[in-house]
């Protein structure tokens, strides 16, 4: 039978529970050799400055020059020695300060610097509460990281992930350091495939919880939740459209397992392919135009695009026996999978224009790939000493991350639905 994984993502959101450790496997070739200058009066329980760092050195992108002692240290840029630092190989250079204000709130600046060009990149002032200081670190990673790169951030990010303890599993979202993690859902039967929703307030996902699976949507803010698709037999792998009004759904009420079209309130079924294959695991391209699938309808699981305006089907993936889990990136020049080779099941990167395919992981288990809004990382499940854990490869598959549950959560077990940051398995 066509195993179905389950479905996790990154999430452009504001920023608990147990949090999730980070541990670097992989950087890239060329890494920006940066220093960043604690920043004056960062005397908070939670360093600003640490969670910059933080965020920078685990993009692998970056190497991180110590920046202790250097006296007097610089918090603006007009204080800084250029020649402190490019002695010190640092190419690019940051400087700020906290200052407390009247109402409560604080004033945090920053400033970018590059140290062979002796100029100012960027500079930026933030006044927030207390409570949204890691938020704003975050952002100061994200703007570092799109100038340097010309890439967009994705520190201020969100994931969602199912945890399993025993019989109980915690649908969870978090910070994509993996801190704040924040329970949504519990149940006592499986949660699979979240899904978010493309402006963020909402999640889709599957719960089992009356013994069959039914798709639900849920409200963020509210925590309302209600029936998306409950329909006779199995109603799984919901993928938001891109503009948020509707969202495919597999459903096998008509016989065997198919994608509909289904309106964001529940309403609107259409079906849209008619096969005696079974097609599942839809995900919209990013202009909408089309979809990705998987398929058994060639005699074993594969990838296939239709085209929504004219019905066209066309299949993608002929390298191996076994290509599920269709991802496109934000671009819309390629899409990320899982591929099966010698009983290894990995995520694999495919150029739309020239079919080339990249294997981008070794692990034995990894499922459930999701693509971060920029493109460059793809978060996915895999398995370590028999453990579920969350990890993350880059799109040119140098950059290597594993994220595990913090000590406080031994005994947990981090599963994938499938999709882009953590996963679990079922089989349909």
Do not use: C
Not at 142 to 161: M, N, P, Q
Not at 185 to 200: D, F, I, M, R
Not at 290 to 314: C, H, K, M, W
């Amino acid at each position: 039978m066509m195993r179905l994984l389950l479905l996790a993502v990154f999430l452009w959101l504001p920023a608990a529970r147990a949090q999730l450790s980070i541990e670097i496997t992989g950087a890239g070739a060329q890494r920006i050799p940066i220093a960043i200058v604690p920043f004056a009066s960062d005397a908070y329980p939670l360093s600003t400055t640490a969670v910059v760092s933080a965020d920078l050195a685990r993009s692998g992108l970056f190497k991180v020059v110590d920046a202790g002692g250097v006296v007097p240290r610089p918090s603006r840029a007009e204080e800084v020695r250029y020649g402190d630092w490019t002695s010190r190989g640092a190419d690019a250079v940051v400087v700020g300060s906290m200052m407390p204000q009247p109402d409560g709130r604080i004033e945090v600046r920053f400033a970018l610097l590059d140290t062979v060009k002796q100029g100012q990149l960027a500079a930026f002032t933030y006044v927030v509460p207390p409570t949204q200081l890691r938020a704003t670190a975050h952002r100061i990673a994200d703007a570092i990281y799109e100038k340097l790169t010309g890439d967009v951030g994705v520190f201020s990010t969100r994931i969602a992930y199912i945890a399993r303890q025993g019989t109980r599993y915690e649908l969870l979202v978090a910070e994509a350091d993996g801190y704040n993690a924040q329970i949504i859902v519990t149940s006592n039967e499986p949660l699979l495939s979240p899904a978010w929703s493309p402006e963020g307030t909402r999640i889709a996902y599957v719960s089992l919880e009356n013994k069959k699976p039914i798709v639900y949507m849920q409200s963020l803010a509210t925590g309302q939740r209600q029936v998306l698709a409950n329909f006779r037999g199995s109603n799984s792998a919901p993928a938001w459209a891109p503009d948020g009004s509707r969202l495919a759904v597999t459903l096998s009420r008509d016989g065997g397992s198919q994608i509909y079209s289904i309106n964001a309130d529940g309403s609107g079924v259409q079906r849209l392919m008619s096969s005696a294959a079974i097609d599942t695991e839809a995900n919209f391209a990013p202009d909408g135009k089309s979809i990705l699938f998987t398929s058994d309808r060639g005699g074993s699981p594969q990838i296939y695009r239709l085209t929504l305006g004219n019905g066209a089907v066309e299949r993608m993936t002929f390298d191996g026996s076994y290509n599920v889990s269709p991802r496109h990136l934000p671009d819309g020049k390629g899409f990320v999978f899982v591929r099966r080779d010698g009983g290894r099941f990995n995520v694999a990167i495919e150029d739309f224009a020239t079919r080339q395919v990249q294997v981008l992981t070794r692990g034995t288990i990894d499922e459930s790939p999701a693509v971060a809004p920029n493109g460059k990382l793809i978060l996915y499940a895999s398995e370590s000493g028999g453990r579920g854990i969350l990890a993350a490869v880059s799109s040119d598959g140098r950059v290597k991350q594993r994220l595990t549950a913090a000590a406080s959560s031994e005994g947990s077990r981090q599963d994938s639905p499938s999709t882009g940051s953590t996963r679990s398995r079922a089989s349909s």
